[in-house]
């Protein structure tokens, strides 16, 4: 039996779980940004209710139980919509779990066990840190981690998908059988992984930025309050250590600390932005059609991510605007996590065997 029919189970199920990965986050994101985090007061219900309250008799009881959180039923669904299909997903990857270990136990399969189960960690990590956005009032630090357990749950989905149906770019025999190319490959792979931390780090700068209100901190572009470096806060502005407590619904940091916020984010975006078009560039000089493929890709993904940044600021944080940003962010993770798989799996072809390369 060929390897893709092996793992054939696994792989449309983690390809499902992508997919369904990929509306949570984006559920999430229009949840954070249309302000209906605390939409419902409780957890996991709302108000009490299974789903939300509907009718008027509903929602005086509603407000009875919770005299201090007033019924907005613009807000109460999408958060109800977002536990609902992240509540689904969990059901999902336990299902994966369970796959993985049976068919590696019952058909001596080296399936992806580990992997399969480091996720069903994560997303019950990740229902905790969604419990604690409500019951800690939006707490910075706690919905900016819940963010980063969205995006990595997606990406981990998203590699084992891969893994489950290994492509490995299949390098030929004339360039690499004398391994003369090897050292551009590695050095390929270096600046891959550079550039994911890289890119890491800004989507948490933009959670962080996001958290604390702070996306309209600076209204124009590319200066900032008509100038080229404002006044800044940066000790106000990452100092993890904030009171638990608070609501921190609109944030609570003053103008200058968010102004310090957003700058980091614009810096951020500018070195992921150098990075991803030096890597592109060394795509392209490889010579391989795959490489140049995802030269192209990268940089299509990065006009646009760029884009939609910048129209942030220009047009106050149009809510479609902005949800679309958070999800080209983890497109271009997504990109990223596949070209370093494909770099990570490359192989010499030759006509009697494939031998991997070291």
């Given at each position: 039996m060929s390897h893709n029919k092996k793992y054939l189970t696994l792989y449309r199920w983690a390809l499902f779980a992508t997919a369904l990965a990929s509306v949570v986050v984006i559920l999430g994101a229009f949840t954070r940004l249309s302000d209906a985090g605390l939409g419902c007061p409780d957890w996991?219900?709302?108000?009490?209710?299974?789903?939300?309250?509907?009718?008027?008799?509903?929602?005086?009881?509603?407000?009875?139980?919770?005299?201090?959180?007033?019924?907005?039923?613009?807000?109460?669904?999408?958060?109800?919509v977002h536990r609902y299909f992240a509540g689904f997903l969990g059901l999902v990857i336990l299902g994966i779990a369970i796959i993985s270990w049976r068919k590696s136990k019952d058909e001596n399969l080296e399936m992806p066990r580990k992997h399969a189960l480091g996720l069903l960690i994560l997303v019950v990590i990740q229902a905790l840190f969604g419990m604690w956005t409500v019951t800690?009032?939006?707490?910075p630090q706690v919905v900016t981690a819940?963010?980063?357990?969205?995006?990595?749950?997606?990406?981990?989905?998203?590699?084992?998908?891969?893994?489950?149906?290994?492509?490995?770019?299949?390098?030929?025999?004339?360039?690499?059988?004398?391994?003369?190319?090897?050292?551009?490959?590695?050095?390929?792979?270096?600046?891959?992984?550079?550039?994911?931390?890289?890119?890491?780090?800004?989507?948490?700068?933009?959670?962080?930025?996001?958290?604390?209100?702070?996306?309209?901190?600076?209204?124009?572009?590319?200066t900032c309050h008509q100038q080229w470096w404002p006044d800044t806060d940066f000790k106000r502005a990452f100092n993890f250590a904030q009171t638990i407590g608070?609501?921190?619904?609109?944030?609570?940091?003053?103008?200058?600390?968010?102004?310090?916020?957003?700058?980091?984010?614009?810096?951020?975006?500018?070195?992921?932005?150098?990075?991803?078009?030096l890597l592109a560039?060394?795509?392209?000089?490889?010579?391989?059609?795959?490489?140049?493929?995802?030269a192209k890709l990268l940089l299509s993904v990065l006009i646009v991510q760029v884009s939609l940044g910048i129209s942030n600021v220009v047009f106050s944080l149009p809510l479609s605007v902005a949800v679309a940003h958070n999800a080209g962010g983890a497109l271009l993770l997504l990109v990223m996590v596949t070209l370093l798989q494909r770099l990570y799996s490359a192989k010499v072809f030759t006509t009697q065997n494939s031998k991997e390369v070291s």
């Open positions: 996991p219900g709302c108000y009490g209710h299974l789903t939300w309250p509907k009718s008027e008799s509903a929602v005086v009881i509603a407000e009875a139980r919770f005299p201090d959180s007033p019924v907005e039923h613009d807000k109460t669904w999408p958060e109800m800690l009032k939006l707490w819940h963010l980063l357990g969205g995006f990595a749950t997606l990406s981990l989905l998203w590699l084992l998908a891969q893994r489950s149906s290994p492509k490995a770019w299949l390098l030929p025999t004339e360039k690499f059988s004398q391994r003369s190319q090897l050292p551009q490959l590695q050095s390929l792979k270096r600046l891959a992984v550079i550039t994911l931390v890289a890119l890491i780090v800004q989507i948490a700068l933009g959670g962080w930025t996001s958290s604390n209100y702070a996306a309209l901190a600076c209204t124009d572009f590319p608070p609501n921190y619904l609109g944030g609570l940091l003053e103008g200058e600390a968010r102004t310090a916020i957003h700058l980091s984010h614009r810096l951020g975006a500018g070195l992921v932005t150098l990075l991803i078009i560039t060394k795509l392209m000089r490889f010579g391989e059609p795959a490489a140049k493929f995802f």
